[in-house]
């Protein structure tokens, strides 16, 4: 009756109905061992979209490293083949009369260690100058930056990170206190005029040991240190609305004309670094992402088990309803409904699951930890999709069942 209403386009809605509500009794009757699947599809769930979300962070955290050293214009420095290693200060009063510039700094980088009360850290000295907040994303919390008057005087003065301040002094605002640098072999004390932002607070305490507090000089006073009267780079900002590969080349081509040496100027596009950086760094995140949806395809696996045994159960239920009128079409639907309901709930418990670990991670550290939507999207419905195919075979064997076998089964 129910298979010739559907025909007419009136009894579907009436069949659903039926399928969808038996399949909760029949959940509700074994909940014990439903419940044990529900849990398995959830922790699968839950580690896609932790993995996920951690690796999102990951991402933005590294881009965030790499935001506060400016990779976002343009670097010009000597090639590895030219005879003349070293930029000039000509030079880059050159640099600074191309139209497309909006400042050059020179650019000096060491890395070295600091130490400042038994605290020992690594450390990435930049020697800069007064147009350094320009260029490079610093962020000066305390105290002030470096000015014209400490290149000139070439002062033994230093910006340092918060992190470094925390660790050496029990406090951020360590304007005042006196650090040792290594250079050249040798511990040199500078004094603290200003505390930088940390790039990123839980990166650089996890990672302390590989990624270095960086510390901002004047450059002339690192020059003198070392013994250099000229440079290997200078870092360039350009106009927003500029190609940086066209005002690259542009800048080359001015030098080239201007001192008259060809092949010794290399222009560098950070911007392209940093977004192929960002690129391979996502690529890691799917890839771990897939990593963790092999837990839920297992995960899924169990719902076949769960409901093979269903058919076993109600193979006598299952020859009852066929002779009294029910279709194979009936029999399938109801437990194709079932493994579906299964994996929905499944799914939704994993996702709240997830959604609560990522509100206390990012309240016990104080991130916002984020939460990509199209692979929650795509979990649930590659968790749907699994789950219908796995419970597939049992609906079908249940649906193909005769109804003189089904009754003779004990």
């Not at 419940?35 to 991402?59: F, K, M, R």
């Not at 360590?174 to 930088?196: C, F, P």
């Not at 008259?260 to 690129?279: D, F």
Request: aromatic residues 6%; charged residues 15%; contains cysteine.
């Amino acid at each position: 009756m129910l298979f010739r209403k559907a025909e007419k386009g009136k009894g579907w809605r009436t069949m659903l109905n039926e399928a969808f509500r038996d399949a909760a009794r029949s959940i509700l009757r074994r909940w014990k061992r439903t419940l044990l699947t529900i849990s398995g599809i959830a922790i699968g769930v839950t580690s896609v979209l932790l993995i996920s979300s951690i690796g999102e962070y990951g991402t933005r955290a590294v881009t965030d490293e790499l935001e506060s050293l400016g990779l976002g214009g343009i670097m010009i420095s000597t090639s590895d083949s030219s005879l003349y290693p070293s930029i000039s200060n000509e030079e880059i009063e050159t640099i600074q009369k191309s139209s497309q510039v909006q400042c050059a700094m020179p650019l000096m980088m060491l890395y070295s260690t600091m130490q400042a009360n038994e605290t020992v850290s690594n450390a990435l000295l930049l020697g800069v100058d007064e147009d350094a907040g320009k260029i490079i994303s610093l962020d000066v919390i305390y105290g002030k930056g470096i000015l014209r008057s400490d290149i000139v005087s070439k002062a033994k003065i230093c910006l340092i990170d918060q992190s470094f301040a925390v660790s050496a002094f029990g406090t951020e605002n360590a304007v005042g206190k006196k650090v040792q640098l290594g250079i050249g072999g040798t511990y040199r004390e500078y004094r603290v005029v200003g505390i930088t932002k940390t790039g990123n607070g839980l990166l650089q305490s996890s990672l302390g040991n590989y990624i270095p507090s960086f510390v901002y000089v004047p450059y002339s006073s690192l020059q003198s240190e070392v013994g250099q009267t000229s440079f290997q780079q200078v870092a360039v900002r350009i106009g927003q609305n500029t190609d940086p590969d066209l005002a690259g080349g542009s800048i080359v081509k001015l030098l080239e004309r201007t001192t008259g040496i060809r092949g010794k100027y290399v222009a560098e596009n950070l911007s392209q670094q940093k977004e192929g950086l960002y690129g391979l760094l996502n690529t890691v995140t799917l890839a771990l992402t897939a990593i963790g949806a092999i837990s839920l395809i297992v995960a899924c696996l169990s719902i076949m088990t769960t409901m093979l045994v269903s058919v076993h159960e109600r193979t006598r239920e299952i020859g009852i309803k066929k002779s009294l009128g029910a279709t194979k079409l009936n029999i399938l639907l109801e437990f194709l409904c079932e493994a579906g309901m299964i994996s929905v709930l499944g799914s939704l418990l994993g996702a709240l699951s997830a959604g609560i670990l990522v509100l206390t991670i990012s309240a016990v550290f104080a991130i916002s930890f984020p939460i990509r939507f199209d692979i929650l999207g795509g979990t649930f419905f590659i968790t749907m999709t699994t789950g219908i195919i796995f419970g597939g075979y049992p609906a079908f064997r249940a649906a193909s069942l005769k109804p003189v076998d089904a009754l003779r089964s004990e």
